[in-house]
């Protein structure tokens, strides 16, 4: 598997290009953003961790390009910012993840392999379920045409589940996805939410799986 690192701290960038080769991963390191981008284009890479903060051009603006050129390689993005739509922007402009510094390594390494059991799948400008819209670009979500307001955690949830329609997704899942990682945060958060979720959009959307998490209906 090849990796693809951009990061512009020297010292970090070793340690993950160390790191991941010792797992056995080939790893490939850019330190700008341009740079970072035309290895994305040309490198056949199988994922790339993406830092935000890059000279040249951001990880947020790399990743937009990307898609916008139907570029599908996995990212996984790191930040010192992490705040609700710090994560969300990096969501939503096309990451697949989003990892806030200072990280556990073995997190990472988690979420990496998560990423390429997953592979590249196309993912569409708009995503739809059923009659539910989701617009990342324009942050709207609508049901039967009709426009539904959410709050930031509400999205970032429903965003998470409609990117895997009629999949089961545990709890845990979505505290590493939807949460912030750095910040512990009682279990019965995803509970409180997917009630949130329910009564804005009917509870017949979101099923629990006892024992197992929650689907969204297709």
């Known amino acids: 598997m090849r990796v693809l690192v951009v990061e512009d701290e020297a010292r970090l960038a070793a340690a993950l290009q160390r790191g991941l080769q010792a797992e056995g991963f080939a790893v490939d390191v ?5 740079a970072g981008l035309d290895a994305a284009r040309h490198g056949g890479y199988d994922a790339m961790i993406l830092d935000v903060m890059l000279p040249g051009l951001s990880g947020y ?23 609700e739509y710090d994560q969300a922007d990096g969501l939503d402009c096309g990451a697949d993840d989003y990892l806030t510094k200072p990280f556990s390594y073995v997190v990472l390494l988690a979420r990496l392999r998560a990423l390429l059991r997953r592979g590249a799948p196309e993912r569409p400008a708009v995503l739809a379920v059923g009659d539910l819209r989701l617009d990342p670009a324009r942050r709207r979500v609508t049901r039967a ?28 899942e979505l505290l590493d996805h939807v949460w912030d990682a750095s910040v512990e945060t009682a279990p019965n958060a ?14 017949d959307r979101l099923e629990t799986v006892r024992g197992a998490g929650y689907r969204l209906a297709t």
Do not use: C, F
């Open 190 to 203: 995803v509970e409180v939410y997917v009630g949130y979720l329910r009564r804005k959009l009917g509870r």
């Open 30 to 34: 850019a330190a700008t953003g341009p």
């Open 61 to 83: 603006e790399l990743v937009r390009r990307l898609r916008a050129e139907q570029h599908w390689l996995p990212v996984l993005m790191l930040s010192a910012k992490d705040g």
């Open 145 to 172: 045409d009709a426009e539904v307001t959410l709050t930031a955690r509400e999205y970032a949830l429903l965003n998470y589940l409609m990117r895997r329609p009629g999949q089961v997704v545990s709890k845990i």
